[in-house]
């Protein structure tokens, strides 16, 4: 469901990123969203494919913290499994405290894995972050992260940032990633659409699961018996998520 990026070179054209996917369904939408809690989709989406990656050993989770409320989903009970967070928040309670501009207080080579859900849309220098993660994460290490794309400005405090695929691809690689990886996290239009307008007005849940079943037909009959796909980014099937499931690894 993933395309590596790594050695899609494309002689004197522009580098084709691939972004994969997978369609809404009757299923996923009676496991997802049938007992709708007060997440938003995009988070629904995030936790949804956040529970399906392996992430093991030591862990940072970057703008996480004791009190975010994800943790079971990453806790695989591995025998090796430690949990450490760094935020700005201290609401949020987490390991380390820094500002937007401070390195990560750890040596270098300290985790296997780090972890970021909807942080470094927030981070003005996001060159600085990127080599600091790269900087804590042990050789052959894994960041995973999520960032919005197709999604309002949320400043927690500002808000800077909505890269393409093909734009954190190219940052990942410059920093010294490679192994790229590259999700959209979408229902579909109709969803994100009314996601995009914050779903103001009355009978907000019944608006919002019409939205979610037009989607599931739309699909249904644009796109006849397909689960998933991988297309380049901008294919009108993937052109507009509301964010993106990104997975890069540091060079052995």
């Given amino acids: ?13 522009l580098l084709k990123v691939f972004v994969a996917g997978i369609f809404p369904s009757f299923s996923r939408y009676w496991k997802l969203f049938i007992n709708l809690s007060d997440l938003s989709v995009l988070r629904i989406l995030e936790y949804e494919r956040l529970e399906k990656h392996n992430i093991t050993g030591k862990i940072l989770d970057y703008g996480g913290g004791e009190h975010s409320g994800y ?12 949990y450490e967070s760094v935020n700005i928040d201290e609401s949020t309670n987490p390991t380390y405290i820094i500002n937007e501009s401070s390195q990560i207080p750890v040596s270098d080579e300290q985790y296997e894995h780090v972890l970021s859900l909807n942080t470094l849309e927030h981070i003005y220098d996001i060159c600085f972050a990127l080599k600091e993660i790269y900087r ?3 050789p052959t290490g894994e960041i995973v992260f999520t960032v919005p794309f197709i999604f ?26 490679n192994s790229v990886e590259i999700e959209a ?13 914050g779903m103001r007005g009355p009978f907000k849940r019944i608006r919002l699961h019409g939205n979610l079943i037009a989607d599931i037909l739309y699909v ?10 991988s297309e380049v980014q901008d294919s009108s099937i993937c052109n507009a998520p509301l964010a993106y499931f990104i997975t890069a690894r540091k060079e052995g």
């Fill in 1 to 13: 469901m993933s395309i590596n990026n790594k050695n899609l070179q494309v002689p004197n054209k």
């Fill in 71 to 82: 943790q079971s989903l990453i806790n695989n009970r591995s025998n090796d499994y430690i």
């Fill in 136 to 138: 804590v994460l042990k």
């Fill in 152 to 177: 309002r400005v949320h400043g927690h405090p500002n808000d800077y940032l909505r890269g393409t695929a093909s734009w954190w691809s190219k940052i990942l690689n410059q920093i010294g990633f």
């Fill in 185 to 197: 996290l979408n229902w579909g239009p109709f969803t994100t659409a009314a996601t995009m307008l």
């Fill in 220 to 229: 249904a009959y644009r796109y006849p018996n397909l689960k998933t796909y």
